[in-house]
């Protein structure tokens, strides 16, 4: 049985238990962040934190992140957990209280937290790569806030399976946004690596960061601009990150193969060395 943190307790899972009151429960008042943890240490903590900042303000919860604290937190759930590879889960919620759209101003805030085991470093996804289909990209327009309201990617999740595949890339006025959980990215026949450009449409993936900076230390031309579902069928490799699947190799997009369908020789370049530069800054 797992030990998890819930207001600055840390109890065994089946002992943590949330309000029917939540407002993360009731309205989706709440945001959320996923780290990556290999080796027992934390990938990326200080982006993780910046971000869950900007969620916080997004979504109105006066909740102060003292990213030292929350680190000392998660440390202290990988040791009890015996954590080596996987991820941290944490999230926010406005607080609890009877029903009504507007919280009182006073409301605490509440904060859990929870390690999950899974495989990161050499997963079957990363050697063979994924399949996915596109989905229409029907979620609210400030995807840059990490909120909990995920049924749009729950949804384009479920599709996904309908159709045998791993997961689902979104499409909005022709153009692909991003993964229902993941950056989409696209290596062009001209080498060039292609990914949305930063806006409210997409989360500001904090390995999306990483990933760039790689790509760059690779001499890799990078264009962030939109790119549509077409360019992708004719792409000479594309691949997704985020912080469970790392980077993952796809390998087909609405039952079209791209290219030869084998995973590609510089996503897999892309995933060594973003690997290596994440163990690197470990904490
Ligand atoms: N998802 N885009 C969306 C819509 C996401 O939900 C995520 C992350 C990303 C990648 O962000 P990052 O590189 O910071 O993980 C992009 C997490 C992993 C999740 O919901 O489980």
New binding site residues.
Partial sequence: MRTVYIDGSFVPENEATVSIFDRSFLFSHGV?E?TSVINGGLIDHM??MK?LKLSLEGALIPFEVDSDHILRIQKRLIEMNNLDEG?IYLQISRGAEDRDFLPTPSLQPSIVMFTQEKALLDPPQARDGIRIVSVPDIRWRR?DV?AVS?LA?VLAKETARQHGVQDAWMIEDGYVT??????AYIITRDNVIVTRHLSHD???????QAVLSVAQSMNMTVEERPFTIEEAYSAREAFI?????LVWPVVEIDGKSIMDGKVGAVTREIRRQYIKASLERLM
């Fill in positions: 959320y996923v982006g993780h971000r991820l995807r990490k995920l990617p991003e993964g229902t959980s993941n950056n997409i989360l500001h993936g904090i390995t999306r990150s985020s912080a469970s699947t």
